[in-house]
């Protein structure tokens, strides 16, 4: 019953409510008029939108020795965990079987493990540094907690189901997943597909005034 | 002539081949009865003769000789590969044996051990406290990059305490808890989990020498510190400077006897680089003895930075901690934060940590 529950009825669930709600999320914000800028242009927008999407990827000078450990755990993170979503052998099985229809090449297993590792350690340190740093602790609000500990859950689940020897584990895996699907368009999660928007948008407001940022 | 001697060698051989048959089946369930199992419920079910080639295998297996050095007997194959030419290697029953006999046996009662002895001290001693309570006044003992080393250290080494004890000791505890099939369950997660997370416990470790070795180096001093119990034996406080000799010894022992886990973890969780099953032996006993040791020292760690000590969790939560407590602990230490005015009112302590002033939260000081 639970198996049935968890592979059919509350994956197509979870699934509706993350398309819809990513679709919903992004089609308010690209929709939403802002105010016209009436100011004479400076510069280019277009230009300074491509300009910030690429130069946020890279620390300021400035400021680059003070935020070395949640740069490199950020990208040890998200390149791991990128990796691991879409190369890991059992995921993209499961696209292919369940979602697309059609598969790629996936990364050897000791790549599979390396790159999971980076994304745990990356992770850990993350959520320790915003826990532990008094800036990072009053800037953190209840989502970021409860994303960090769901995307964590998640990683973890996934980890301990690698045998693929018992089917309650990889229930338990897919439930998580469920859980994350649910609580992804309403949470910072969703800086996954907005995060280039919003460097754009930026990007594009300095480039239009001339702002060299 | 000739044909009647055919005729009588005929007849003899016919006489000689009927007395044969005859003594053959006059003998064959002798024979039989002689090789069958005396004893019918000496044997499983099933099986109903002793093995003809048992004597064989047991010359292969050489089980009753003496050690040869450390390397099993090898016999010459054309099959390249480590340990190829070993067809059984008896040593590996020595080591299920120790393994079942020396750490499964043992390690429970080192832990419980260890436990006891801090609930007996707690229960006799309680909180260690600090003459005159805390002032609210702070110094800064860690930075967030040392506190973060340490917490991803301690997580790492948390899980893998937990998901290396359910592998070591879940056959003997959780299945009569829990049944074969959760047992099962348990030890593949765990098997997945521990190999996988055992990595990034030695990045902590390099990350916790780099940044705390400098100080953990033995002084002129410790050995005092050491000669009086470090203060818990008797009255009164020992000195100290940044760190203690116990909280240096501790250090100490968690880099190497966590480096000595480490390597032998990555002999074991990676079996084709060429080591023999001799060496993942090894590795297996270092492993594990490694951890018990550190889980149960890990032990008395916890207890004495929280509820063991007054003021210590401070240190690892917020990074400062309070000046009596530095004088109560580490007196040589300080001495120095006086000499250069390191001392954080209970304001500027609580403005740095975002919150409002409330003199009530922070002074314990008794008069």
Known sequence: MIAYLIDGPL????????????????????????????????????????RNVFSRFIPHREIASQIGLPVVAGYMFHLGLFAVL???????????????????????HWAFIVASQFAFFGLILLWLRRMLTSVGRLISTTDDHVAAILTFVVMLTGCLALLKGFPELRLLHRFTVE???????????MHTFTFIPSRAFTGAWFGRRGIDA | MVGHFSKQIIYEAVKLSIILLLAVCVTLPEVASANAPRQQKDFPQGVSAVSPGSDLWRDVR????PLQGAVPLQGVT????????VLINAQGDRWARFRTENP???APMALLGVISILVLFYAMRGKVGIDGGLS???????????????????IVFLWLALTGLILLLGRTLLIPLFGHHVFSLLASASKEGHNLIGPIFLVSLVMMVISFARRNIYEKGDLTWLLKGGGFIGKGHVSGGFFNMGEKSWYWMVILIGFAISISGLILVMPSLGQGRVIMAISHVVHVFGAIVL???????MYMGSIGTEGSIEAMKSGYVDINWVEAHHDRWAKQVKENNLILSAEDFARLQGRKFDPADTVTEQS
Request: proline residues 3%; hydrophobic residues 50%.
């Open chain 2, 62 to 65: 050489q089980r009753d000789l």
């Open chain 2, 136 to 154: 609210g006044r702070m110094v800064k003992r860690f930075t967030d990059y040392e506190r973060i080393v340490h917490w991803t250290l301690a």
């Open chain 2, 295 to 301: 889980i149960a020292v890990s032990l008395g760690h």
């Open chain 1, 86 to 108: 879409f190369f890991a052998a059992p995921h993209v099985i499961f696209l292919e079987e369940n979602l697309l229809g059609f598969g790629w090449t996936p990364m050897p």
């Open chain 1, 179 to 189: 859980l994350l699907l649910i609580y992804f368009p309403f949470s910072c999660l």
């Open chain 1, 11 to 50: 994956w197509y669930f979870s699934l509706a409510v993350f398309c819809i709600g990513v679709l919903w999320h992004l089609a308010r914000i690209i929709f939403t008029r802002g105010r016209t800028d009436l100011s004479v242009a400076r510069g280019s927008a277009g230009g300074g939108a491509i």
């Open chain 2, 78 to 85: 054309q099959v390249q590969g480590v340990e190829s030419g």
């Open chain 2, 104 to 106: 499964v046996r043992y």
